[in-house]
Structure formats: C-alpha cells, structure tokens
C-alpha cells in the first residue's frame, strides 16, 4: 500500500458466553487513511475498536501499535498513548462542568505532586481547546447538563482529541451531530488524515462512508468480509457491493417506498388544532388514515416537540389535540384512543432495558389484556410470540432482556408495541436511528405495509432521503415553525428541501 | 466460586465462636435479659455470674431486652427459651402476659431484675405477681413506699455543706424524668423539699434553697437537659437529679459551669469517678449492687429443682434491695474496689457458696427472710 | 450448553439444559440458598424436646414481618421505601388496644380493626400521591408521615398516662399450636394474594414498569399518580394487618412499639434477593424468604450460644455475604 502500519491486529478473537462477537479477525490500518468499518448491528465493527481503544479486553489474540505489543489497560491509558475514541451514546459525566468533562482523568497534569488542583488552568486550557475547535459558544466553565446531546457529543470529540492523537476511532458519532456538527467532525477527521494520522470511521450511512472514507472494510458476524479502495468505492456498484459484503444476501434496490401514490382515506385521525406550547406557536395539523407525514429540520427546529405534544405529552398552552374527536391531554388519553409513540431517545424512553423483551412488548397492552383484574401469561406470550415473529426479533426467547439486544433489534421491540396494541395512529421519531439497513429495509416495508393498512403515521427525521422515501407529505420546520411542506414526487430532491431548513 | 469459599468461611467462624460453648453443657440454663449490652454494670453482673457457674452448675446466656419494643422483647425471650433456658431474668416490664404465657407453654420461669414492675404490679396483680411461672422481683434500688431516696439526697447535700463549710450549698434545683415513666421520682421531690423545710426551720442562718420544680425545663425526656436550664435556674450552687447525672452532667460541661457548680444524682456511669467528690462536680450517686441479682436467680433455682422455701410467700413479690450510696471521697474508694468496677467476682458481696447456701436446694436451712435479709446488706458500708 | 435450534421464522429456540437453567438463574437460586442455610443450621441447633416449641416462636416472630414485607414489595418494587412504616404500626396498634378497651369484646376488635385499616389506605393514598402532585421524592412525604406519627404515638402514650398500655382482652388462642397455624395460614393467604396480585394484576406489572423506568411506563400508558396511589395502599393494608397480627401476640403497645420496623423491612427485602432499586426483576417471594431469613439469622445465633457481644457482628458479616451473593451485576451488554 505504501503507507505505514499503525495498528496490525491478529488472529483477534472476542467471546460474550457463548457468543462470538469475533472470529480471529486480522486487519491493519494505517497512517493517513479514513478507515470506514461498516457492516450490520452485532458483526464486530465496535468490538474490535473497542478493544483496540482499551474499552475491553480480548478473549485472545495479538494486537501490536506502531510496532510494539499493545495492551491497553483502559481507556484513558489508550488515550494517553495516543489512541482516543467517540461513542454513540452519551460519554460525558452529567453535573460536573464542561472543563472537568474534558480533562476527566487529566487533572494531575494542572497540579504538582501533593499540591491543590488549579481549576483556573483547567478551566483556561478547556476553554482553549473549545476555541481551537471553532466551538466558541460552549463555555468551559458551565455545567455541562444546560447543553444539548449534539454539544455534548462535540465536547466528547473535544475531549478525545489532541496533538498526540495518531488514531482516532468515530463510532457512529455522526448521527447525534446536526449537520454543521458534522462538517466540523469531517474537517477534524481530514485534518487527521492529513497530519498522518489514522482514523477508523464507524458509520451506517452509506452516502456519508463513501464521502468521507479513504478506505472501507466490510464485516459480518465477527469476520471481514472484504475491503474496497478509493477506487472500488467510486465505482457505480459500490453500495450494491458493500451491502452484498454486509449482509450476505442480495439486498435488492428495493429500500424505501417504491409508489408514489400520496393519496390516503378521506377521514381526519389525528388533529392538532392551533396548538402553541413553549416555543411552538398556533401550529395546526390534520393527520389522515393511510398517510404518511413527515417532518424534517435540523435539531432544535421543534419537530421532536411537536410529536410529543401529539401524544400528549406536552401541556398546551392553547389550542388542542383530538384523535377521532377525542380531545387528548395525556398520554394515557393518547393511547386509549389508539396513537402509539416511538421516542427518538430508545433506550431511555421508548424501552425498559433490564426489562424482558416479552415485557416490554404487552407493556401497553395489559390493559386490554386484563380481564377481571387477572392477566394471563398465556395472553401475554402469545402476543408478545406473534410480534417477535412478525418483526424477527433476534432473540432466544420472550423472556431474554433487551438490554442485550443490538440496536436494530431493540427498534423492533419499539415498534412492536404498539403493532401489539393495534394502534392505529402511530407517532414515529427517528425510528431508524442507529440502525443497520438491514434493519432499516425491514422496518421501510413495515411502515409502507401499515399505510396500506389505512394507519396513520407521523414520520419525524433527521435524514432526508428516509423521508423523501417514504413520507406522503413533508413539513420542514426551522426555529419551531413550519416553513414549507412537500408533497411526495420523484422529482424531489435533498437539494430542494435543504434551503428551507438551514 | 470466591462467593462460595467466602460463604463456608463465614458459617467456620460462626461454628468457631458458638460451638464451644453449646458443648459446655451444664445442669441448667438460665438466660438473662439485660437492658444493654456494654458498660460496667454489664461486665461486673458477667463476672458474678460466671462465677457461680461451676458451684451452681449453671450455665448463664445473654440477650438484649428493648426499652420499647415489646414484640423485639418477645421474641428475646421465645429466643432464649429456644436455646434451652430452665429459667430466664429480665430487666423490662414488657409484654408481661405473652411472655409469662411462652414461659407456661415452654414450662420456664420467669425473674425481675433492676425493675421494680410498676406497671405490672398496678395494672395487672393478677396475671403476673399470682402466676406460677413469675418468682418475683429485685427492683433498681428501691420499690413502692419503701423508697425515701428523697432523704438521701438531703442527707448528702448536708454531709457535704459539712465537709466544705467554707462553699457550702445554699442553692439547689431540681431534675427528674417525667412522671409516667418514674412515678417515684416526684415523691423523692417532695422528700426532698420536706427535708429541706425541716432544716430550714432549725437552721435558718444555713437555710437552703430550693428552686420550683419547674415542668419545662426540669423534666427531662431521657435526653440531655437543655442548657436553658441555667437561665430558669440562675444563681445555683448545685442541681439534685433524682434522674440519672448523665443527662445532666454533660450539659453542665457544655455550659461551662462543671468545675464550680456541684451534681448530686441517681445512678452511676462509666467515669464518673473521675470526676467525683474533690475531682469534680458530682458530689453524690446512687447504683444498686449487681449482686442483687440472687433474689430472682436463687428463687427461680428452687423452682426449677422443685423446691420452695418453708416460708415462701403465696404471690410472687417485689422486692427492694439497698443501694451502694456514695457521697465523699471514702464512698468512692471503695466502690472503685467493688465488683462493680473491678469485674473481678472476688470482689463481689457474696461468694458463689454463699450463693448456693442462699438456696432451698442446697440447704434446707435457708429461708425467704435469709434471701430477703440479703438484699439489705449490699450497702456501700458493707463493701470489705 | 443449550442446544440452539432454528425455527422457520429464524428465531434460535433454545433448549435448556440443567447446568444452563442453574447459570441463568444463578442469582435468583442463591437468594434462597442463605434461607437455606438458616434452616439447616435451625434444624441442627434446635433438635429436641423443644422443637416444635421453637418452630412455632419462629413463626410468631416472623409472621409481623413478612405480611409487612409482601406489602413493601410494591413499593420497592417501584424503587421507593416507606420509612414510616414502624410508627405506623406503633400508632395502630394504640389505637386497637384504645378503641378495643373502650368498646369491649369483639365489636372493640373489629371496630378498632376497620377504623387502622381506613386509616392505613388514607396514609397509603397520601404517601401515594403528595409525593407526586408536590414533586418530591417519595421519601421526602414518608419522612413527614414518620414524624408525624412518632408525635401522635407519643401524645397518645402520654394522655394514657403509662408506659405500657394493654389489651384487656385476650385475642390470641390459648392453644399455642392453634395460635401458630392461624398465623401460618394469615401468612400463607397473604403470601397467594399478594403474589396474585403482583405477578397477574396490573397492579404487580405496572409498580415494577414504574421502578424499571417511570417514563417508559408513563409513556406506555400508565398512570404514575394511580398506580403510586395503589402501590402504596397495598403497603397500607398490610400494614393494618401485621399491625393486628402484632396486637395478637404481644396484647401491649408503648411508645417505642414499632421502632425499627421501616429498616427490619429493608433487611428483610435485602437478605430475599430485592434489588433496592426495584424494577422488572423484583420478586414477590422476597418477602418471605426475606423474614424468615432474617427471624432464624437471630434465632439462630442465640441458641447457638453465640456471645452476646459478637452477635451484632456476626449478623453484620451474615448480612453483608448475603448481598455479595444476591446482588444481581449487569450482564455484559454486547456492543453493536
């Protein structure tokens, strides 16, 4: 190749019990590349980062970085010899300010030996590097609860990275990011590159892999399946190819919806009615059987908000929701009137992690389930059988939690809920978020098969193609209000949508 | 598996400290129920008791009694009756019915001890004093009309202003725990203020006096006193507690009056001789002997041998026994050379002969009014 | 191993062997196995004449505890604990003994029964729902309710006038053997309802949704406020209940009746295998194996003859091991 190795893994092996997370894996990365590692939730991409970031240990194997053995004792260790790594979820320590965030681990590098910690040169060096970032608006010293995920997730990056970086590891970070957070990673993660630095790209976006990665290795089920250059990732079959490498099987170009047909029953499920909450001012909405709407904006824009407050979870300063003329002030309300919710936040809303997927499943069908006051556990598994089946829940039983679970697979027990409980509006916010397109080919044709049912469905997003894709209708908010709305056409485009969203 | 070795090691201790002395059979078992599970007094009544073991061929176990739990007492009992007590000692009139009733069912007897069974006795005559299973009690010191411990604290408050005739005490206040716990405590008031009229009358060039009891400050609700105390009582040369000193005395440190103004008080706690006579505030204090304990233990022997003395009283009593009073210097010499602090039996009243002669069992000799005369003469004057 | 075996769907079907059932339950089945060395060691240290004397004390003594603790269960259950529990019980059973020695014979015992019963289901609706219509932590109106109770507990001694009240009558059969099968089956009925209720009414699944994630469950349709309400008066009935049980076998009550209880719970629902914390893997049966186990640890100890000074120590050590081997670590999560 020409360039030098950084890291060489060998004969890699990672085992969770009786799964195998890795099945002697060997893979090199090297200096000045954009590594992108892609491949299905479970196939190994973060396992194998992870260790190699000192999150974990490997159950065997070598692992050698520039040359030497390398066994990292934890991750600060890692980052401290130059091996740093950003996460999808949250890393950051809530209540504690945005200087100690960053230099949590760090702090005897501002004290001498047996000598009170500075906080003012803490403080000064945090702020420092937050400038260097372009990050000026998030100030070092505040706590670092009054930020936002997406500035969280900058201040992680921040944290992660310095001039003795030479690998850096982005796990699919990008999907917290807006897209002016993403520019900003990208030129982070080209500067790298540029500097002689590796970086190993994590990534389920296709279009984002292929722009920004110099280079791409495939896994699936603990092994690598292939590798393409530049030039093979330029080619026209390159996504075809990749996803072949992924999944094994022909994925077919059937992704999003295929018709073009926005037309829906003529019955108003869902209405908002000049409803102004918060920052949402007199916004109204008339939601149709078998349609499909979407909203689009940046984060922050209020689309999230106004999901919740369809479902009741808002109070409405003015204004009202009904579903079929039933004014709803709660969730409660929402639910027996048949609207299910899928939050954007999986694992802290939508799902009880230590919690089994049966459970979660029949959660708000118990009600109906009830009958005098006893409910059967016959009842519930056979429901809870029949969406683990429907969905293909990857699963050994009901009883398994979903903790353990990959991410796609939690989304289906998300979206399995309120299929269980026949709801017939159905209030979507980022339903495909951190999931692999397997997955997300699965859970298109769901929703496709649910408007033909004659369901409702708001569709909230933060990725254009999904709802150019599938959306009936689209609403692109900016700063809490509605600037257009697109209906669905072939001729749309991202380019189209854009300009009213930034 | 380092969850399971941890387990196997804790159960080989737990064995290591019970099994010796589960094999240490002996002809009988009698459990005792203390009120605390620490302090001198509890090493001092260990000591007399362990003692007496071989020549009594008694084992003696322990638990602790709650001062307000009486199903936690309850099941102490039902606790030593498991582990095989012919007889059992407490300290608390608690749940006396249900108790007596275990004691029926399992065919063990009951004794008082340090409790004078006041409630019991006024309440429920009946059930606990004509039962078969209770033997009788020694209170803390004195029970019912026997007590005058008001003149007591008069009598030490004279021989005091006679020892210190240069700082005499002029000035007193008063303290006592409230009246439905301590019935007793306002009688000794009035003692007290009796005594005190008396003197007054023939001496009224060394009059003293004494402050209104005062129902805010003066009562003390088993906790500290409060330092406004003072301001209620300003002026006083001394504080006579018919209560325990220890709620008083570390109020009189914390306010700063201990090196001047003078404690005289019920009971005795671990260290006051430290501070006692020419040492320090207290002046006078009162502990029952812990030999005492031989009123119930020897009856409840008798009873478990089946024996009776000829001149056993029909009902079960309560009984008082005299109390190590000191009130100089001299006093507390010898207490500190008592059982009481040395926890040596040696030192003790009675030798565990003399404790076994005290039986009907032993010595067809001895009588009630020997086990009762006893009681009298554990005096501080009696001390060897 | 489990044998792995496809179904058509694609989902694995997993057969489990006895060493796999044993692994998965690993944490459950040692939370049973310290009741286990209780009754082990009970049964050796107490052969004898006074067995059955000793079996049926154990009973007495547990019996208050475990109908208190299968009614703690729905509030921990939840995640919270009440810590007015014990004043509670202090103050009912005063007011059974008050009302019972005022109206005499058995209407004394049934009205003074109904009137701490009513009293119970109000403090459970207020401990309930003050916390959340005021937003504060649960423990927060507990608290108010346990000083709350101690003044009246106190009060009511004082007006009394003693230290000790008690029931003129006798409640408790005279037969100690009747006494002790009339409270196994108390327990025994207690223990089904209790265990109907949690593990196939709403009221079970909602309270453990509730302590698992409370916004998940608000946003699956339940009612925080209802089911807080329900969980707490649940506690609150058995509170009234063991409040009589208690009245049964002691027939006195003081100022300091029921001190201590709120934290026995704890122990109890610890020493069972409860994760404080409650959630979706709280278990009914905690409660019992909970009680007894901590009534045969004390029982134990003493008729062992263990030194009365060691005894703190050593149920400090017994109580400590049994958390190490019944807390429940988080299973490795694989990453994505």
Known sequence: MGKEPIIEVRHMVKNFGPTRALRDVDVTFYRGEIRGLVGENGSGKSTITSIIAGMQKATSGEMFYKGEPWNPASMVDSQLHGISMVLQEANTIPNCTVAENIFAGRFNEFAKANSFLSMRKVNKAAQEVLDSFGLQHIKATDNINQYGFEDRKLIEIVRCVSDETEVFVVDETTTALSHEGRELLYKLIHKLKDNNKCVIFISHDMDEILEQCTDLTVLRDGEIKGSLTREEMDAPDAVKKIRFLMVGREIGDAYYREDYDSSHLPDVTLKLDHVSFGPIKDFSLELHKGEIIGFGGLSGCGMHEIGRAAFGLEKLAEGKVTCEGKEIKSCLDAIESGIGYISKNRDTEALILEGAIGENIVLPSLNALSKRTFISPKAEKKLSGREIDNFRIKCNSGKQWVNTLSGGNKQKVSFSKWTAKASEVLIMDCPTRGVDIGVKQFMYHVIDEMKKQGKSIILISEELAELIGMADKIIIMKDFQVMHEFMRSPELSETDIIEYMI | ?384 | MAENVKTAAGKTDERVSFAGFIKNHIFDLTAYAGLAVMVILFLIFNSGPRFMYNLSSVIQAAAVYSILALGAVFIYSMGFMDVSLGQQVGVYVILMILIGNAIGGVLGIVVGFIAVLALALLCGAINGAVSIFLGLPSIVTSLFLMFFFTGAQYLMMEATGENTIRLAQTIRPADRNTYSLMLVIIIAVLAIIGGYVFNYTKLGKYTRAIGANKTTAQQSGISLVKWQVFGYMALGFCIAVGSFVMLTRTGTAGKGTGTGYAMDIMICLILGGMPLKGGMKSKISSALVGAFTYTLLSNVLTTMGVPLNWINFVKACIFLLIVLLTCRKSKGILPR
């Open chain 2, 1 to 384: 598996m380092k969850k399971i070795i941890s387990l196997i090691l804790v159960l080989a201790m737990v064995f290591a400290v019970a099994v010796p002395s589960a094999f240490a059979a002996r002809h009988t078992k009698i459990g005792i129920g203390l009120y605390s599970d620490s302090g001198a007094g509890n090493d001092a009544v260990k000591a007399f008791l362990k003692n007496l073991e071989p020549t009594l061929d008694c084992e003696f176990v322990y638990t602790v009694l709650s001062t307000n739990d009486e199903a936690l007492n309850l099941t102490k009992v039902q606790e030593l009756i498991a582990a095989g007590c012919d007889g059992i000692i407490i300290t608390m009139d608690s749940s006396m019915d249900s108790i007596l009733a275990e004691c029926r069912d399992a065919g063990v007897y009951l004794g008082g001890y340090l409790c004078d069974f006041d409630s019991s006795f006024r309440n429920n005559y009946d059930g606990v004093f004509k039962n078969e299973n209770f033997v009788g009690a020694v209170a803390d010191g004195g029970c019912g009309d026997d007590i005058k411990r008001g003149y007591d604290f008069f009598d030490s408050v004279i021989e005091y202003n006679e020892r210190n005739p240069e700082t005499p005490v002029r000035h007193v206040a008063m303290t006592a725990f409230p009246a439905f716990a301590f019935p007793y405590q306002q009688s000794f008031i009035a003692q007290f203020n009796e005594k005190v009229e008396e003197y007054n009358a023939a001496n009224p060039d060394k009059a003293i006096e004494v402050d209104p009891f005062n129902d805010d400050t003066d009562i003390l609700m088993f906790r500290a006193m409060d330092s406004t105390y003072f301001n209620k009582h300003p002026g006083i040369d001394a504080i006579v507690s018919v209560c325990s000193g220890s709620f008083v005395y570390p109020t009189m440190v914390s306010a700063g009056v201990s090196n001047t103004m003078k404690l005289f008080a019920a009971g005795y706690n671990d260290g006051d001789n430290a501070v006692f006579g020419s040492k320090g505030a207290y002046q006078m204090e009162i502990i029952s002997p812990v030999e005492a304990i031989v009123y119930p233990l020897v009856l409840l022997l008798n009873k478990i041998n089946g024996v009776a003395f000829p001149d056993q009283p029909a009902d079960a009593e309560r009984k008082s026994s005299s109390v190590l009073l000191m009130n100089s210097d001299e006093d507390m010499a010898k207490f500190e050379k008592s059982i009481y602090l040395t926890a040596n039996a040696a030192d003790a009243f009675l030798s565990a002969e003399e404790v076994l002669n005290l039986t009907a069992y032993a010595n067809p000799n001895a009588t009630y009014a020997g086990l009762c005369d006893v009681l009298e003469h554990m005096t501080i004057d009696d001390l060897k």
